[in-house]
């Protein structure tokens, strides 16, 4: 059956019922011209109503039909189909009030806006793993070595709420390879995928695989977000880095394509001003999702790094999730007191101990030349270490160092398993495995007890919210779809969502 036209409408009211109100001449290029009439067909389940021109060709009119009204518009009069009643549009109402109609040569089809029915069947399938016990089923892309996800689960499971990964994507096989072997959140029934993420968002034949994924946890690389990646390259926005820049686009189309019920993004502090934040915030508005944003400093969550960062989460609007006094959530991981007490037994006289002159002379010149690079030097009974990045094992001017116990003159760089522990990362991940990508694993990592912190908070919410579900009858609101109008006649001018 061809369309002819398709648009939006949101429900008006009247005299306390709801109202669809359609004016336009398509009307009449359907076969709905003034003085026509059209029965009409309701089917509740699929949430959609069906109108009919009367004789048309496969109609089977009701045998009480209605006439197609008109008004004048200037010159020319418009045809007019005026629905008013709880019983057809109660359920258009429950779903956001805004529906898509369908005008085909003779039938009309109204049905929910399709933004509206992907957010309601997201929100019944995760309400309904969480009234049964189900385990969620989460999928992560920039996945790294899964520092991110397994801290997710962990957060989960600490509020009663399993979970399993379904689907693990990541573009350094080195990476993924560690999460493979090493990672208890990776097990044989994940889909491991090691390519690019914009690759995974095109392979429609490999994601029709993957199960609906309840959770998406997305680590976006920041590389062009950084001010050091920024400096390094001279760019002009986040956007313009050549490798990185444009992965916004991929991470969309992903979260298109599996429907999760939560998103879970996390991004250096500077991410979160940028181009690429201001699109996945409007988009995932646009397709229903409730959006609660934070600043976490993961020294306030225990850890002995004051690692900050950007963490937004998507969710259907009955969790009301938000980041609210976050910090006060009780902790499932130990917290060192000080840097002392996660130190590897290194000796005095081992040879990573280094004067490093070649720093300390680097950090004299930048201070001559006005510039605010300095070496920093941390000592056993540091409470709170300067961040650790990736290229940590690169040992840079302002890398942070250890101060030897007895010679001010030398220093050492922290090891990888020193690294893992400041951050509360799985030792498993990190054994084994050669300095430089043990850095690199945990450098690019989040500290993992903020992000279990979220987790908690995410099942709590999910249960209260079933529960809630179970003592309303399974009333819950649907957010309405970008660009609906807010008055019953106005027509929309915007695509329909597939």
Request: aromatic share 4%; glycine share 8%; proline share 5%.
């Amino acid at each position: 059956m061809k369309v002819q036209h398709a648009l939006l409408r949101r429900l008006g009211e009247h005299r306390g019922s709801p109202r669809l109100y359609l004016d336009t001449p398509a009307l009449a290029a359907a076969g709905f011209s003034v003085g026509a009439a059209w029965s009409i067909e309701m089917d509740a389940r699929a949430h959609r109503l069906t109108l009919r021109v009367c004789g048309a060709e496969a109609s089977s009119p009701a045998p009480q039909s209605r006439k197609v009204s008109g008004k004048r518009r200037g010159a020319r009069v418009v045809p007019v189909i005026d629905l008013n009643g709880a019983d057809h549009l109660r359920g258009f109402v429950e779903l956001g009030g805004v529906v898509r109609i369908i005008l085909c040569a003779g039938v009309i089809f109204v049905l929910a806006a399709a933004s509206a029915l992907r957010a309601r069947r997201r929100a019944d399938r995760l309400l309904a793993k969480a009234r049964c016990g189900e385990p969620l089923l989460c999928a992560g892309i920039a996945f790294g070595a899964g520092v991110a996800s397994k801290a997710l689960h962990e957060g989960l499971a600490a509020a009663g709420v399993r979970s399993r990964l379904a689907l693990a994507n990541e573009a350094s096989e080195v990476y993924l390879d560690i999460a493979r072997a090493a990672n208890k959140a990776v097990t044989a029934a994940a889909t491991t995928a090691a390519m690019p993420m914009q690759e995974l968002a095109r392979d429609a034949w490999l994601l029709a695989q993957v199960p609906a994924i309840d959770i998406l946890e997305a680590g976006i690389p920041c590389s062009g977000a950084s001010r050091a990646g920024v400096a390094k390259r001279g760019l002009a926005k986040m956007e313009d880095h050549p490798l990185v820049g444009h992965l916004i686009g991929a991470a969309i189309e992903l979260i298109a394509t599996l429907q999760p019920a939560i998103v879970l993004v996390e991004n250096v502090v500077d991410y979160r001003s940028s181009a690429s934040a201001a699109i996945l915030r409007g988009w995932l508005r646009d397709a229903g999702y409730a959006i609660a944003e934070a600043e976490l400093d993961a020294s306030e969550f225990g850890s002995l790094e004051r690692r900050v960062r950007w963490f937004l989460v998507a969710s259907p609007p009955e969790l009301g999730l938000s980041f609210s006094n976050l910090q006060q959530d009780p902790q499932t991981t130990n917290r060192a007191e000080r840097l002392a007490d996660i130190l590897e037994p290194i000796g005095p006289d081992d040879p990573r101990w280094h004067t490093v002159d070649y720093l300390k002379h680097k950090a004299e010149r930048d201070t001559a030349a006005g510039k605010h690079f300095a070496m920093q030097v941390v000592e056993l009974s540091a409470t709170h270490v300067p961040t650790l990045r990736k290229g940590y094992h690169k040992g840079g001017s302002t890398d942070p160092r250890l101060a030897h116990p007895s010679d001010p003159s030398r220093s050492r760089l922290l090891t990888a398993a020193e690294h893992a522990r400041i951050k509360g990362i799985d030792a498993a991940l990190i054994d084994g495995v050669p300095e430089t990508i043990g850095h690199q694993i945990c450098g690019q990592a989040v500290d993992t007890r903020p992000v279990q912190a979220i987790g908690r908070r995410i099942a709590m919410a999910l249960r209260a919210a079933a529960a809630s579900q179970r003592a309303t009858g399974g009333q819950r609101s649907v957010a309405a779809p970008f660009g609906a109008s807010t008055s019953a006649p106005a027509a929309l001018d915007v695509p329909i969502a597939a």
